[in-house]
């Protein structure tokens, strides 16, 4: 499911960037570009609408910032090297189609509002396997115990941050955090580690880049 769902916003994405590559975004996040510094980033991200939610700091537990990229209605920020990496996500579903877009419009709307659906889709999954789990002691045991469950936690917003974890037996690995946020805004957070187990080295590793979000600047 985690992957399925990356699939499709890496897809939105390039579809997004064959369209609509030189388009420019409205003003804002001024705060963020010149904490960032503005000539590190690619001009398309300078005033990008969405860089005031994303992180400021250069290194997030000890990976370096290696890429941050931004398409009209979504922004990314990968920190490592490819093996180890981990790159953060941020669509907005609402964000207005550039008017260059001519006939493609219809096709860049629908992209948008499939990828934040299928955040959305993957939140209320996680979710619903962590209630099924919690209300039946025989499930909870299936899947390992507590420390298999997957973890739900509150965006400041008030919606839920998940992370999918599998059971114990498939080896407990750790999915991606998912987000749908606002009604209209899809977080992903994705780590390359295939040695991380669990719920509690879930939290551990996705904590410093969720605190170094700044979802509160979303409208």
Same mark, same amino acid.
């Given at each position: 499911?985690?992957?399925?769902?990356?699939a499709?916003?890496?897809?939105?994405?390039?579809?997004?960037?064959?369209?609509?590559?030189?388009?420019?975004?409205?003003?804002s996040?001024?705060?963020?570009a010149?904490?960032? *510094?503005?000539a +590190? #980033?690619? /001009?398309?991200?300078?005033?990008?609408? &969405?860089l005031?939610? !994303?992180?400021?700091?250069?290194?997030?537990?000890?990976?370096?910032?290696?890429?941050?990229?931004?398409?009209?209605?979504s922004?990314?920020?990968?920190?490592?090297?490819?093996?180890?990496?981990?790159?953060?996500?941020?669509?907005?579903?609402?964000?207005?189609?550039?008017?260059?877009s001519?006939?493609?419009?219809?096709?860049?709307?629908?992209?948008?509002?499939t990828?934040?659906k299928?955040?959305?889709?993957?939140v209320?999954?996680?979710?619903g396997?962590?209630?099924?789990?919690?209300? *039946?002691?025989? +499930? #909870?045991? /299936?899947?390992?115990?507590?420390d298999? &469950?997957?973890?739900? !936690?509150?965006?400041?917003?008030?919606?839920?941050?998940?992370?999918?974890v599998?059971?114990?037996?498939?080896?407990?690995?750790?999915?991606?955090?998912?987000?749908?946020?606002?009604?209209?805004?899809?977080?992903?957070?994705?780590?390359?580690q295939?040695?991380?187990?669990?719920?509690?080295?879930?939290?551990?590793?996705?904590q410093?880049y969720?605190?170094?979000?700044?979802?509160?600047?979303?409208?």
């Amino acid at each position: 499911m985690f992957r399925h769902t990356a699939a499709v916003l890496t897809v939105a994405s390039v579809v997004i960037l064959t369209a609509c590559s030189n388009a420019e975004a409205p003003p804002s996040a001024e705060a963020g570009a010149s904490a960032l *510094s503005k000539a +590190a #980033l690619p /001009s398309e991200c300078v005033d990008h609408p &969405l860089l005031a939610a !994303m992180p400021t700091v250069q290194t997030i537990a000890s990976k370096p910032l290696t890429e941050v990229e931004c398409q009209p209605f979504s922004i990314s920020m990968t920190y490592g090297e490819p093996g180890t990496s981990a790159e953060i996500l941020l669509i907005d579903s609402k964000a207005p189609v550039p008017e260059e877009s001519g006939p493609m419009s219809g096709l860049l709307a629908a992209a948008q509002e499939t990828a934040f659906k299928s955040v959305g889709a993957g939140v209320e999954m996680t979710k619903g396997l962590r209630e099924a789990a919690l209300s *039946s002691p025989p +499930a #909870l045991a /299936s899947i390992g115990g507590e420390d298999y &469950l997957p973890v739900v !936690m509150d965006a400041p917003s008030g919606e839920p941050i998940v992370i999918g974890v599998e059971p114990k037996d498939s080896g407990g690995r750790v999915g991606s955090v998912m987000s749908a946020l606002k009604g209209r805004y899809g977080l992903t957070i994705h780590i390359e580690q295939d040695a991380l187990s669990g719920a509690a080295a879930a939290r551990t590793a996705y904590q410093p880049y969720l605190s170094a979000m700044r979802l509160n600047a979303l409208p």
